[in-house]
């Protein structure tokens, strides 16, 4: 038996491809009987031990099993039954050797697996193929797959690990035309045989399980313009899918690409409920339903990429996901369908109609989309899933809210250079007039009292204001920073009560309304970092600790380089929060940090902050409200423990008259 020089690279180089995730996807085993074997001192029983090993992982896990055989290998006088050969094997002797077609036969007919895919690098490897009468009288009457591909035939030799290097190209560079996945099948077999040259390559498929979901394959294809995609069904609806399946019938994959087609089948096949071994009813009529909805899911897509084409964006759809109340985590890689899927599946409320939190979304688009002929497409799908109440209560309330919105009061403390001011500025905006309407008042005296007496005023002011039933929710107060680090304005006595019991206060800071020269450039900055930010999946806070504010050179140099301009996080209370925020703020638009008794250190500020994101900044509001009840007693890791100052677009547009003030010297006197 002679050297193969090339044996242990070509060994590693096609386990290394086969337990890539994105390419294999096998699982890599480590240990004696590993899944890598290499060894000069193998024995038979090694190699047995280590198929017997992976097979009762495959059955475990409801897997396929990928055996793959290279090195050196013969077969009997007068006989084709390939035997692998190890350190000490002969050819006069089949006991020193592996009878493969056994070892094979074996794996595949183990109750559980859900198929074997063979890989045969030796000679004379077309010998491995096992006999299919042989399987069929196996203890699962042949209901397995089985998929051989093989080197050479059973009177010829392989040299150079050819197959395998070869295998190992076509895995790495793709198979032009074979979808998603990379099946051990005709194409595949023909690609092999048009890079092999001297040795015919060969395969042999046993398929008599038909109860399987998706073919034998071997690697995902990356020439597949849909490899990683979904086909029709996202993550979400995979994930409860995969679940629902599992818990009906054990040990069952989901085909790679889910189309419509599958899911008919699947729908089919699982109200027929002909299927052998232990089920679960429950779970039968729960994938029934699943599989429904999911197909419901994809049709509804199909309508919303038709009825949206020409405003459909990325932007648009993250807007109408925090619109309609939906969380973060709805949002996936394929936006549309990961929100539609997230809202059928997953944000149904008790004893609400299932289509309720869909009928949300859809008219969230719809009132998004500012387009005339929108509703009036949607509708139909809103009377075909019996939500058209929800559907026209949800188009009502954002209209409301889109009214409230644009209505607000801002408050302005710009005057107080050191400590409270003599008068707060107020501007009612969205009321209709062309400008915002102006009114100045006096704090009497000019301290923390006199401020929200002033307040109170302001309120009553620009109540007085609007015509019934119009109301009066969102308030703006922008305060100079000394006031910021140490003045929650929510918490101002305005008459008889907070100004945050029944205001919706968000915090700014006056400096961004400041007519400096280069105040429309901060301001500017920060209109890209907001359009930035809506553009991001992800939550885009840039969190700060006290390592980064103990080196002011070092952060003064980040700020300037655009490090931090975007939301900012201070993960803890910093001790000069006056002299942090003054830094800060010129540079990034929203800034966090925790009140000073609020424990941040172990991560649950930036969890906090990453579960409310979509909320905020409106949803401090209920926040703060929770904080001053009984209830929150001795509460420190909720998010009214969290201090913001909040710069949105809508503010940084309010402030754009001040960016172009022209402020007059003093006139010489004559």
Not at 370 to 393: C, K, M, S, Y
Request: glycine fraction near 8%; charged fraction near 25%; proline fraction near 5%.
């Amino acid at each position: 038996m002679g050297t193969l020089a090339r044996l242990e690279e070509a060994a590693e180089g096609l386990h290394t491809v086969l337990t890539d995730p994105a390419l294999g996807g096998c699982t890599a085993r480590p240990g004696d009987h590993g899944s890598l074997l290499v060894s000069d001192t193998l024995e038979p029983d090694d190699v047995r031990k280590a198929v017997y090993e992976a097979v009762r992982r495959a059955k475990a896990d409801g897997a396929v099993l990928v055996v793959a055989l290279l090195g050196h290998g013969f077969t009997p006088p007068q006989q084709t039954d390939l035997h692998y050969m190890v350190a000490q094997s002969t050819t006069r002797s089949t006991m020193s050797a592996v009878n493969v077609r056994q070892l094979l036969a074996v794996a595949a007919d183990e109750p559980g697996v859900e198929g074997v895919i063979a890989l045969i690098d030796t000679c004379h490897a077309a010998g491995a193929a096992p006999d299919a009468g042989g399987i069929a009288g196996g203890v699962r009457a042949g209901r397995t797959r089985l998929s051989v591909l093989t080197a050479s035939a059973s009177d010829q030799a392989a040299r150079g690990m050819r197959l395998t290097f070869a295998l190992i190209d076509v895995l790495r560079e793709g198979l032009n035309g074979a979808g998603a996945m990379v099946f051990a099948d005709t194409r595949l077999t023909e690609e092999l045989r048009g890079r092999i040259v001297g040795q015919v390559v060969g395969r042999f498929e046993y398929d008599n399980d038909p109860f399987a979901l998706d073919g034998l394959w071997l690697a995902r294809n990356v020439r597949s313009a849909t490899a990683g995609g979904g086909g029709v069904v996202g993550l979400v609806g995979r994930q409860d899918l995969e679940e629902a399946v599992t818990l009906w019938r054990a040990n069952v994959r989901l085909p790679e690409r889910l189309t419509l087609g599958e899911l008919d089948d699947l729908h089919r096949f699982a109200q027929q409920g002909r299927i052998e071994g232990p089920t679960d009813s429950r779970w039968q009529a729960r994938v029934i339903e699943m599989v429904g909805t999911l197909l419901e899911c994809a049709r509804t897509v199909t309508l919303l990429n038709k009825v949206l084409a020409e405003v459909l964006t990325s932007d648009l759809l993250r807007e109408a996901r925090q619109l309609s109340g939906l969380p973060h985590e709805a949002e996936g890689t394929e936006l549309l369908r990961d929100l539609v899927e997230y809202a059928a599946l997953r944000a149904r409320k008790l004893h609400t109609p299932p289509w309720q939190a869909p009928a949300r979304l859809l008219a969230a688009l719809a009132h998004l989309s500012e387009a005339d002929d929108v509703i009036p497409r949607l509708r139909p799908w809103a009377q075909e899933h019996g939500v058209v109440t929800a559907f026209n209560d949800a188009l009502t309330e954002f209209a409301q809210l889109r009214r409230q919105g644009e209505l607000r009061l801002v408050l302005s403390l710009a005057g107080a250079l050191t400590d409270w001011p003599e008068e707060v500025d107020a501007w009612l905006v969205g009321s209709g007039e062309k400008l915002p309407v102006h009114e100045r008042f006096r704090c009497e005296p000019a301290d923390r009292p006199g401020v929200g007496r002033a307040m109170g005023r302001a309120l009553a002011w620009a109540r007085g204001r609007l015509p019934d039933p119009e109301q009066l929710v969102h308030v703006d107060v922008a305060a100079p920073v000394h006031l910021l680090a140490r003045w929650h304005p929510e918490e101002a006595k305005v008459g008889r009560h907070l100004l945050g019991v029944n205001s919706t206060v968000v915090v700014r800071w006056s400096g961004r309304m400041d007519p400096a020269e280069e105040n429309a450039e901060m301001n500017d900055a920060a209109r890209r970092a907001l359009r930035r930010m809506t553009a991001c999946g992800a939550v885009p806070v840039e969190w700060i600790d006290a390592t980064v504010l103990g080196d002011r050179q070092g952060l003064e140099q980040s700020l300037m380089t655009g490090r931090y301009d975007t939301a900012v996080g201070i993960d803890h209370h910093p001790e000069t929060l006056q002299d942090v925020l003054e830094e800060l703020l010129p540079y990034a638009p929203i800034i966090l940090w925790p009140r000073p008794e609020a424990r941040a250190g172990d991560g649950t500020l930036r969890a906090l902050v990453d579960q409310h994101w979509h909320s905020l900044p409106n949803g401090f509001a209920p926040a703060y409200r929770h904080r001053w009840a009984r209830e929150h007693a001795g509460c420190v890791t909720c998010l009214g423990e969290v201090r913001a100052v909040w710069h949105d677009e809508a503010w940084l547009e309010f402030c754009r008259p001040f960016e172009n003030r022209v402020v007059a010297g003093l006139e010489e006197e004559v």
